[in-house]
């Protein structure tokens, strides 16, 4: 497996199960364009009672995932969690990346970064 350099760690508190049946083809889709992406490595999803559902994905590099966070289906996932319809109530979204070679390839621990200023992080504007 390719090894990554960049990390993302995110997490949305859902309004409801009814919010779950409507994100369900939004999801599916934005994992399909994101298994298609240059740099995907992985990803893995959590739970966490009673509605939160998180995603850790792991790139080969912050650019690669960078792009995925900009790539259409992603954004428009984004757009409907915070739409001011309550689809969602909170959330967060922090990327990680390993520090050292250009490739992001180096053997130390993972640092935060701050996101790039054009990239929304509209979950953390739930209260």
Known sequence: MERAGAVFV???RY??????????????????QMRRMPGYVHHQVYYDPPFTLGTI???ATREDLMRFARSG????????VTDGTENATGGYIRVYELPGAPDGRADSALTATA?????????????
């Open 10 to 12: 995110g997490a949305t």
């Open 15 to 32: 309004a409801s199960p009814l919010a779950w049946a409507r994100l369900t083809p939004r999801w599916r889709a934005m994992v399909r």
């Open 57 to 59: 994905g792991w790139f």
């Open 73 to 80: 289906v992603h954004r428009e996932l984004m757009q409907w």
């Open 115 to 127: 996101p790039a200023p054009d990239v929304e992080t509209g979950a953390d504007a739930h209260p």
